[in-house]
């Protein structure tokens, strides 16, 4: 396991990431432009979608995309009934701020699937494309499920039409499986002339996000006064523990050890990107702060930098008990 974590500390996009940490921790003016950012943002999900789809359209849809799928719903839309009483008794949070949190917990960073992906692929421990697909499906049960933790017992209402519509057509939802379709239509051939740019291209688009997202997540850290220890604590724990969970999924349903470690992954990950928007326009009295504190500065390097060897380490084990 170790020699994993040191693998994955010395790759490129680990590496840029540290590289925005420091320059992040010595206050330098160093920045990538919101625009750009937001660029390389929308590259990475149409070229994981599209090489997803494509990677179907060679294999097939067998079985275990649909045990996946499911697995994958059910693992969102739990996660946030489990760490939201901790969040209350340990933590000391309020209904409303334990929902919110609950809700990232159980949703998923696009950006920690695609950099596990690219370091897996890189080692010869490739998953399966249609884990796209998974990943996309957990990005909004667990929005439904920590409103449904925050609201109840306060007699509001629960859903609201516009959130329905905003969580049903979230932007990187419709990338993800757009662009994962298209990958399904196009197949090997259609793909390859548009392989120089999704495929040549990608490490080096993920160095600079990772880089963008070194500089946000310490900066988050700096700025934030409300996180205290205990949820410090949790931020640690909770990918842990659902990690581990998700790695234990994908192995008794029958998935591959590189398909549970990415299912690992996303069930140990934490949104930053469509619950907070989610969360900003149905329980503004929750900490935004506290919230982008933990998932953004806190379990996302973990992940990062831990999290993604270890539950390789785990999903190849487990696998040889099967």
Known sequence: MFDQIAASLLSPPILFFALGALAALARSDLAVPETVAKGLSLYLMAAIG???????????????????????????????FAVAPVLRRFGRLDRINAGAIAAHYGSVSVVTFVTANQIYAGSGFAAAGFMVAVLAIMETPAILSGLLIARRGTGGKLFEPRLLHEVAFNGSVVLLLGSFAIGMLIGEQGYQPISPLFTAGFTG????????????????????????????????????????IGVAAGTLIGLDAASAAVLGVLAGSASYIAVPAAMRMSLPQADAGLYLAMSLGVTFPFNIIVGIPLFRWLAENLGGLT
Not at 225 to 240: E, S
């Open 50 to 80: 599209l090489k997803g789809g494509v990677e179907v359209s060679r294999i097939g849809i067998g079985g275990d995309l649909g045990i996946a799928l499911l697995a994958g719903f059910v693992l969102s839309c739990a996660i946030p």
């Open 205 to 244: 688009v993920l160095c600079l996000f990772l880089l963008d997202m070194g500089l946000i997540a310490v900066r988050r850290l700096m700025q934030t006064r409300a996180l205290n220890l205990q949820l410090a604590v949790l931020g640690v724990i909770f990918p842990l523990a659902n990690g581990a």
